[in-house]
């Protein structure tokens, strides 16, 4: 396995936050796999969707997931909420799942707001989308954080089980 660490989890998570934090400690570079594709196709990703929809936004993903574990070492990974459902990410690194819960993640994204949010269509169908994840992401992860917890406890927590 390469050295690369892997940020999977729910939306807002805080895999990109969390993620910009970790490389900055560990003196790594950040890939953020949304900001990738949004770069490269100058394209947003909710009007990816909109545009071309979901399976060609996951194809891309699939891509981008090969081209990452082939091309990428030292790197901390932020990747999409549906990139693990797709990808088995633990060919690409070590992979640690920031655990929310549901309610959290309502909150967020209330407070963010939902127009960046692509797969939101009412928070109806986003808690079945969640519960859905939830366990394939559990399955994947080498390592298991509760991302409710502070930010700068969070990052502390994964830098300790990275260190051993």
């Known amino acids: ?32 796999t949304d900001d990738i594709i949004e ?4 394209i947003k990703i909710s009007d990816f969707f909109q545009k071309f929809g979901e399976i060609k936004f996951r194809e891309l993903e699939i891509s981008l997931c090969k081209w990452i574990k082939t091309n990428i070492k030292n790197s901390v990974i932020s990747t999409g909420g549906g990139m693990p459902i797709i990808y088995n990410m633990r060919d690409m690194g070590n992979v640690i799942y920031l655990d929310i819960t549901f309610e959290e993640i309502q909150k967020r994204i209330i407070n963010d707001g939902i127009q960046n ?48």
């Open 117 to 164: 949010r692509p797969m939101i269509k009412d928070f109806k169908q986003l808690h079945s989308l969640y519960n859905e994840r939830i366990q394939i992401y559990k399955n994947m992860a080498h390592y298991i954080v509760n991302a409710s917890d502070s930010k700068n406890n969070i990052v502390d927590k994964i830098y300790n089980y990275l260190k051993g």
């Open 1 to 32: 396995m390469c050295n690369n660490i892997i940020l999977i989890g729910f939306m807002g998570s805080g895999k990109t936050t969390i993620g910009r934090m970790l490389a900055n400690k560990l003196n790594n570079f950040l890939i953020d």
């Open 39 to 42: 770069l490269n196709y100058d």
